[in-house]
Every structure is written in C-alpha cells, then in structure tokens.
T-cell receptor, first 113, second 115 residues
Framework: KNQVEQSPQSLIILEGKNCTLQ??????????LRWYKQDTGRGPVSLTI?????NTKSNGRYTATLDADTKQSSLHITASQLSDSASYIC????????????FGRGTSLIVHP | DAGVTQSPTHLIKTRGQQVTLRCSPK?????VSWYQQALGQGPQFIFQ???????QRGNFPDRFSGHQFPNYSSELNVNALLLGDSALYLC??????????????FGEGSRLTVL
C-alpha cells in the first residue's frame, strides 16, 4: 500500500530560525515528490517538485532534498518568517497504476515573533 | 490566467440535507479531482473526472457523486449529509490523466459545516 508519513506533526519556532521537515514514503514505482504549502483555510500551493534523478531543489528560502534509496525527503526552511506559518504537505506520485498521488497528513509549522 | 475557482466558499447545512459544490479548472486543464480535508488532516481523495467520466474513486460512499461538464468544470454532490461530512472540500485541476504525475493546482476550497 502506498503511504506517506510526515514528521513532526507540528513544530513551533522563533522568527529567523531554520527548521527541517521530514517525509518518508513507500510509494512505488516512484515518479516524483512534491512539497505543498497550505495556509489555514486555503488551498495547497506547490513549492518544489523532485524526480528520481534529483536530490536537491531550491525555491527561495525553501530547499527540498530527496534520497530515493531510503525513500526519504526533507524540506528545509531558512531564516523563517511569520508568513511561513502554515501546513506543509508531502505528496508522492507513482508511475502508472492508479495515477492518484498519495498525500501525507502534513506538518503544521508555527513561527512566533 | 484564471486559476482554479470554487464556489461557494462557505456554507452551512443541517444533517440529512444535500449540497452541491462547484469547480472551474485552471485554463487549459481538462482533469478535475476532488478532495476532502478534515481539520488538521491531509486531503483525502474523493474522485477524479476526465472526459466527463469518473476515472478514479477513493474510499467514499455513494452519497458522494460528481459530474464534469463539456467545458471541464465539475460539481461535487453530497446527499444525506452527516456531521462527519464537515470539512474543507478542495478541487484540483491538472492536464490529462498522465498529468497525475504533474502538478495539481488547487482552488481555495469550499468550507462545509453540517449542524
């Protein structure tokens, strides 16, 4: 069964600090992995996409890594801002099969001033 | 370029009633997927429409039904509402079934409260 597990479930940090969110998956055969940011009560917005051959992808202060061998990904946020407060969802897609991406439950990040 | 639009943004219903939610996909997209997101949870896949047919379905009862129109817009219908149906309903669009490995563009969601 395809699964995506995220940790921690929630995280509180001070503004300006860095943090790292984790995603472990069992989706196979792997196609790509995306990180989405979801502000409270809003729809998710894609931050990064990584395919099998990529192990690092950056989008401003967001840097995603992928280890396809261990089936792990991380999202590192540098110099956090209050606007980073949101839920971060890891989504993994498989090649072929049911075509439906598998969603993690998300990590809730709160950035305090 | 219009993104994914959903309506209504908020609505309140009582148990046993029926509700219809609407979605217009991003310009150029032809595939619409619906997700249910309970508070504090990740989105749960309900079903996907392509070429006006339901192509995939998640683990949801028959009370949840949908439709896709020739202009690619879509509706989600929920009958006999239960308290547990209270959630944020998200519509996501993409290009073709093969685009399921591609980016999903989400609308802002419809917040349904069942009393």
């Amino acid at each position: 069964k395809n699964q995506v597990e995220q940790s921690p479930q929630s995280l509180i940090i001070l503004e300006g600090k860095n943090c790292t969110l984790q995603c472990n998956y069992t989706v196979s055969p792997f196609s790509n992995l995306r990180w989405y940011k979801q502000d409270t009560g809003r729809g998710p917005v894609s931050l990064t996409i990584m395919t099998f051959s990529e192990n690092t992808k950056s989008n401003g202060r967001y840097t995603a890594t992928l280890d396809a061998d261990t089936k792990q990904s991380s999202l590192h946020i540098t110099a956090s801002q209050l606007s980073d407060s949101a839920s971060y969802i890891c989504v993994v897609s498989a090649r072929g099969g049911s075509y439906i991406p598998t969603f993690g439950r998300g990590t809730s990040l709160i950035v305090h001033p | 370029d219009a993104g994914v639009t959903q309506s209504p943004t908020h609505l309140i219903k009582t148990r046993g009633q029926q509700v219809t939610l609407r979605c217009s996909p991003k310009s150029g997209h032809d595939t619409v997927s619906w997700y249910q997101q309970a508070l504090g949870q990740g989105p749960q896949f309900i079903f996907q429409y392509y070429e006006e047919e339901e192509r995939q379905r998640g683990n949801f009862p028959d009370r949840f039904s949908g439709h896709q129109f020739p202009n690619y817009s879509s509706e989600l219908n929920v009958n006999a509402l239960l308290l547990g149906d209270s959630a944020l309903y998200l519509c996501a669009s993409s290009l073709g079934l093969a685009g399921n490995t591609g980016e999903l563009f989400f609308g802002e969601g419809s917040r349904l409260t069942v009393l």
